[in-house]
């Protein structure tokens, strides 16, 4: 039984940071790609960042480059979203999943597995 759990998320003011965790249980996460994505009210979910297995690749949502920095541990089984300089858009429930590749994960298709959510709140 995999389970995929992110902790982390809360309220914040904007400009401020966040570090969400997403920690996996009954998978080796070395072997899969993983990703975060989120999905605000009344909006469609969309993909932020995706890291490969070895963690030599990734690849950022236009809207948080620059701002977001996906990383992994995987001696812990576990990958991480930093959040800095966070904007009001960015309220939204935030979600980690795993693939097979950051292809999948970009385009929000073919994802194995799936945590529960966190809530990330950015108040102005």
């Known amino acids: 039984q995999v389970q995929l759990v992110e902790s982390g998320g809360g309220l914040v003011q904007a400009g401020g940071s966040l570090r969400l965790s997403c920690a996996a249980t009954?998978?080796?996460?070395?072997?899969?790609?993983m990703g975060w994505f989120r999905q605000a009210p009344g909006k469609e979910r969309e993909s932020v960042a995706a890291?490969?297995?070895?963690?030599?690749?990734?690849y950022y949502a236009d809207s948080v480059k620059g701002r977001f920095t996906i990383s992994r541990n995987n001696g812990e089984n576990t990958v991480y979203l930093q959040m800095n300089s966070l904007r009001p858009e960015d309220t939204a429930v935030y979600y980690c999943?795993?693939?097979?590749?950051?292809?999948?994960?970009?385009?929000?298709?073919?994802?194995?597995?799936w945590g529960q959510g966190t809530q990330v709140t950015v108040s102005s």
């Open positions: 890291i490969s297995g070895g963690g030599g690749t990734t």
């Open positions: 009954g998978r080796t996460l070395s072997n899969y790609a």
């Open positions: 999943a795993t693939a097979v590749n950051t292809a999948r994960l970009r385009a929000g298709v073919l994802c194995d597995y």
